[in-house]
C-alpha cells in the first residue's frame, strides 16, 4: 500500500484569539500559551462537511492522477456528519466516484489513523484498488460557545489521502488502542428527553449535547499512551524513533506535541504543527497538516512519518508509514 495523493480544505473564515475574547472571557496569551492556537478557521451556514471532504478528496484524487470513477472506496472518518445514516453517499454523489462504495466511520480524533489502517486491509486483501479517506469534522457546530474551557480549542476542516497497492507495504506499522472506562472524559452525548407515545410506551428524544471534556484527564491520557502506542507501532515497523522523519500527531494542543515529542526524544524540527493557524480540526487534523507538508515541499517521497490520534472513546492509535511511492 502506498500513499500518492493527499489535499485539504478548510472554512473561508477564521476567528483570531482576540476576536474570540469578544464572545467569552479570554485572552491571546491565555490561549496561545496553553494551547499553541492563536486562530480557527469556521464553517459558515453556507458551507457544509460535505463541501469541504469532497474539495479535500478531490485534490488527493487529481494529485495520484486518477479520476473520481477509478475510486472503489470511500471512507469518511467524522464525527461530525451532515447526516446520522451517513454522509460519504454525498460525498461519492459530489465527486461523480459512480463505482465507489462509500460509509462513514466514527472515531472522533482518532478516525483519520482507524481509516488508515482499515483502508489498508482492503487495499492489502486485494479487494481495492484505489481509495480515498478522508478525515473531517465540523466541531463548531457543537461546541458550547458559552464555555471558554472547550469553545476555544476547535476549528472546522478536512484532509484526504488516496491509497493504492504497492510494490512494497508503505504502512510499516500500526498499533489501536480503546479504553471506553474512560468515556466521561470527553464526550459528544445523545441526550434524550422522556416523550410518551401511549400510557404504556415512551421514547426518549433529544439531540446531541454540546462537547464536555476533563481537560486535564485527556492531557495525561495524551502525555502516557501517545508515546506508548508509538513506540508500540515503531516496534511492529522494525524502526525506532531515530528513524522518523516527521512526527505528525494528532493537532489538539501544543503542549502534548511537546510532550510526545520530548518522551520520544524527536527533535523539535520534526514535528508538524499547524495548530497556530487550524486550532483542534479533530479527524481533519493530521491530513490537513500532510497536505501543506506535502504541497510546500518539506514532505518528499520516501520520508518516515509516525503518526498518532487520539481522543474521545477513549481511542488512540498510532500508523508508520512512507509518504508517497
Ligand atoms: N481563557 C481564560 N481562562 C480560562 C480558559 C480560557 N479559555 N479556560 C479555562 N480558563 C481558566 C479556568 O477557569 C481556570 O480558572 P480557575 O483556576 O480560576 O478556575 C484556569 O483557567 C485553569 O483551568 P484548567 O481547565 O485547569 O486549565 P488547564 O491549565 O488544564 O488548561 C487545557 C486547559 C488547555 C484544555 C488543558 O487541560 C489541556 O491542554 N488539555 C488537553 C485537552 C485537549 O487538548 N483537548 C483537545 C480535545 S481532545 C482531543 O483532541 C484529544
Not at 1 to 14: D, W
Not at 29 to 48: D, K, V
Not at 219 to 241: D, G, M
Not at 244 to 269: F, G, M, S, T, Y
Amino acid at each position: 500500500m502506498a500513499m500518492t495523493g493527499c489535499g485539504s480544505a478548510a472554512p473561508a473564515v477564521s476567528l483570531s484569539n482576540e476576536e474570540l475574547s469578544q464572545v467569552v472571557e479570554t485572552s491571546d496569551e491565555w490561549i496561545a500559551s496553553r494551547t499553541g492556537i492563536r486562530s480557527r478557521r469556521l464553517a459558515s451556514a453556507n458551507e457544509s462537511l460535505v463541501g469541504f471532504a469532497t474539495e479535500a478528496a478531490r485534490e488527493a484524487i487529481a494529485m495520484a492522477n486518477l479520476d473520481p470513477t477509478d475510486i472503489d472506496l470511500i471512507l469518511l472518518a467524522t464525527s461530525t456528519p451532515e447526516d446520522l445514516f451517513g454522509t460519504a453517499c454525498q460525498i461519492q454523489a459530489q465527486l461523480g466516484a459512480t463505482r465507489a462504495v462509500a460509509f462513514d466511520l466514527t472515531a472522533a480524533c482518532s478516525g483519520f489513523v482507524f481509516g488508515l489502517v482499515t483502508a489498508a486491509q482492503f487495499i492489502r486483501t486485494g479487494v481495492y484498488k484505489n481509495v480515498v479517506l478522508i478525515g473531517a469534522d465540523v466541531l463548531s457546530r457543537w461546541v458550547d460557545w458559552e464555555d471558554r474551557r472547550t469553545c476555544v480549542l476547535f476549528g472546522d476542516g478536512a484532509g484526504a489521502v488516496v491509497l493504492q497497492p504497492d510494490d512494497r507495504d508503505r504502512l510499516l506499522g500500526f498499533a489501536l488502542r480503546s479504553d471506553g472506562t474512560q468515556n466521561s472524559y470527553l464526550n459528544l452525548a445523545y441526550r434524550a428527553e422522556h416523550v410518551a407515545l401511549t400510557d404504556k410506551v415512551a421514547i426518549g428524544r433529544g439531540t446531541f449535547a454540546p462537547i464536555t471534556m476533563n481537560g486535564q484527564e485527556v492531557y495525561r491520557f495524551a502525555a502516557r499512551r501517545v508515546p506508548e502506542i508509538i513506540e508500540k507501532a515503531l516496534f511492529h515497523a522494525e524502526l525506532t524513533a531515530n528513524d522518523v522523519d516527521w512526527l505528525l500527531l494528532h493537532q489538539a494542543n501544543q503542549r502534548i506535541l511537546d510532550a510526545v515529542a520530548q518522551r520520544l526524544k524527536i527533535p523539535p524540527e520534526k514535528v508538524i504543527s499547524n495548530l497556530a493557524e487550524f486550532g483542534n480540526t479533530s479527524a481533519a487534523s493530521i491530513p490537513l497538516a500532510l497536505d501543506a507538508e506535502v504541497r510546500q515541499g518539506r514532505m518528499k517521497s520516501g520520508d518516515i512519518v509516525a503518526s498518532a490520534g487520539f481522543g474521545a472513546g477513549l481511542s488512540w492509535g498510532a500508523a508508520i508509514f512512507e509518504w508517497g511511492c
